[in-house]
Every structure is written in C-alpha cells, then in structure tokens.
C-alpha cells in the first residue's frame, strides 16, 4: 500500500553521514514512510553507496549541485506524498519518531508544520543550536529558539516539552504538508542555502496556517554541534538572507524602522567579528552580503507583495511594549528586542524572555 508520507533526504556529498545515519532512518521510518534520497549532484561516491547498500532506497539524481532550497524543490516535485518529511542527512532519528508527526498532522487541518525536539548528537542532553524546541524571530529578525539563544544553548531538562506553535520549523527535520509547501511555491531558490525554512514558514503563516513544535518526540542532529560555524560563505548567506527574507515579509509600515536598525546593527555585528574576534573574512563577509542585498532586493517585492501582510509594533529596541492582538495575527513577530533582552536584561534562556 501506498504511504502518504516521504522522508526527503537531500544529500550532497554526503556519504559518510549517509552511512552513519541513514540506517536509523530505515529502521525508524520505513513502517510508516518511504525514504528517497536526493542527490545535489555529489562529487564523491554518495549515489554509488546507495545503490549498493541500500537498493531499497529510492534515488532522485539531480544534474548539479542547486543547494538545499532549489534542490529540495526540484526533488520534491518527483515525490508523491500528502506529507513530506524534510530530513538533513545528519540526523539520527529515534524509534517512533515520525509517527507521532504524521498523527498530529492528520489531526490539526490548520497546522500546515510541525518538527520535533532536536537534541545535539556532540551533548545528547543538550538542545541542538539550529532547532531546539521550536524557532521565533523576534521584532528585527533576529532567529531564536526554545533552548537557544544566540550562542547559549539550554541542558534539555524537560523545560520545553510542551507542543508549542512557534514562527518557525527546522528544516534539518520539518515535515510539513505538501499542499502548504507548493501554495506558497516551496522555498525561495534564490536563498540557495540558509533561512530558506524561516522564509518558507513566514510565508504560510501569512497564509494563515500555523506551524508547531512537538517535543515529546525527539532525533539528534549533528549541525552546529560540531560542524565549524566561523565560515566567510555561511556568513554572507545567513546575512543576505536573513534581510531579504525581512524585506520579503515584513508589512510597510515596519519595513524602514526595522531596515533602520538592521543598517547599524549588522555594522555593529561586523565591528565585533573583527576588532573582538579577529576574523576579517567574517567582517568582511558581512558588508558583502549588505552589498548583494542592494542589488537584488527589488526582484522579491511589489508595491502589493505585504498589502496582506498582518502588521506588528513598530520595532523600538529600548522597548519591550506588548502587542494588542489577541494572537491570531499568524505574520506577527515576537514584540521584543532579542538583542535588548540578551545583552542589556541578561535573559539567557527562553524562559526569561517576555513571550
């Protein structure tokens, strides 16, 4: 019989992860999904390996490497399934971990995402720094989530076990409905790589779907955990994007303050990677990505592109206001400064923040 639920591993180059990994999904995963691997046009022997290894496993072959958000797309419209798990090939999953997704999916139409808790595969009882429990933007779009903040990442203690409907879902493991996934056109291939997934979930929030956290059920990613974080390229990507995806999404009326305070900030963010940390490709990396941003933003909005668009307060980092909505507006984000609360309040932990 026919499953209505893929597990979508994108893998570029990727063999070892694959053989590391890849069993524990089978395992886990087969009884309720079939599992497809696609390849970005791998260098070494990634494709062979599968073929040898696990023939069980379908194989969608693309022709070049089109990073995550244009290969996921390209790989995506050769899949046939009602719900699609987006998988890093650096997960380890556990035992019955997709099944309870797929039960909550089927039980909550309005729910267009759901992830689960990530732990670290380098500190299994910590939280893993790219998922946690669930992701946020606070008011300058800045990415935060439920056990991470910035650099601080949380001891999962069972403090944040509790189904939560966030901004955002990891696309290290998000699954997530199809016809939610292509009504928004998928991700934005332009991204290439980096806050693909944030854009993605931002755009069906606007839609007026929601996306969820489901902590009672867990993997372990690799990810920041071990992988260097300190990369010029990774840098320039998380940057450029991370505006765009505000310029893409953000109402008129808060797009200029918010732009505003990201002019200096990001200058700030560059000051300290190089008079504090040392490293001038990172400094550097960043006035390159505010360079990029210029020169295509024009090609991601129009004068209707956030006439939909639900507005939040007008950003002001010295204030913590609560927003008046009773928290339907599905576009909103969170009504305070993360950089205010970290920095100044000395809120390291969810928890402490004004949510």
């Not at 409905?177 to 993605?200: K, P, Q, S, Y």
Request: charged share 25%; aromatic share 12%.
């Amino acid at each position: 019989m026919a499953k209505d639920t893929a597990v979508v591993i994108l893998n570029w180059n990727g063999r070892k992860m694959l053989e590391q990994y890849l069993p524990s999904v089978i395992e886990y995963s087969s009884d309720v999904a079939q599992v497809i691997v696609a390849d970005n046009a791998s260098t070494d022997d990634s494709v062979q390996y599968l073929t040898e290894q696990f023939p069980q496993v379908q194989t969608i072959i693309l022709d070049q490497n089109y990073g995550f958000a244009e290969g996921y797309n390209k790989a995506l419209r050769q899949v046939d399934a009602r719900y699609l798990m987006l998988l890093n090939s650096d997960v380890e999953v556990t035992p019955n971990w997709l099944k309870p997704l797929i039960d909550f999916l089927d039980e909550h139409d309005e729910v267009a995402a759901v992830q689960p808790k990530l732990r670290a595969v380098a500190d299994k009882e910590a939280f893993e720094y790219a998922g946690a429990s669930g992701g946020f933007l606070d008011r300058l779009g800045y990415p935060f989530c439920r056990g991470r903040l910035f650099e601080v990442v949380e001891k999962d203690q069972g403090q944040y076990d509790t189904p939560m409907e966030v901004h955002w879902a990891t696309g290290a493991c998000m699954l997530v409905r199809a016809t939610d996934f292509w009504a928004v056109n998928g991700f934005d291939e332009r991204f290439f790589a980096h806050n693909e997934e944030i854009d993605l979930c931002w755009r069906m929030r606007i839609e007026g779907r929601k996306i969820f956290c489901l902590p009672t059920t867990y993997v372990y990613h690799v990810g920041g955990g071990t992988l260097p974080k300190k990369n010029p390229r990774k840098t320039f990507l998380n940057f450029r994007n991370n505006l765009t995806m505000l310029y893409k999404n953000l109402p008129d009326e808060d797009l200029s303050s918010v732009m505003r305070w990201r002019w200096v900030l990001d200058r700030v963010a560059a000051m300290k990677m190089l008079l504090l940390e040392g490293h001038w490709a990172e400094c550097k990396a960043v006035f390159q990505a505010r360079h990029a941003f210029r020169k295509w933003r024009h090609d991601f909005r129009t004068p209707s592109s956030s006439s939909q668009q639900l507005s939040q307060q007008s950003p002001n980092i010295h204030e913590e206001t609560t927003s008046s909505s009773n928290g339907k507006c599905q576009g909103r984000l969170s009504p305070f400064s993360l950089l205010w609360q970290f920095y100044i309040k000395g809120h390291k932990h969810f928890s402490d923040l004004p949510m």
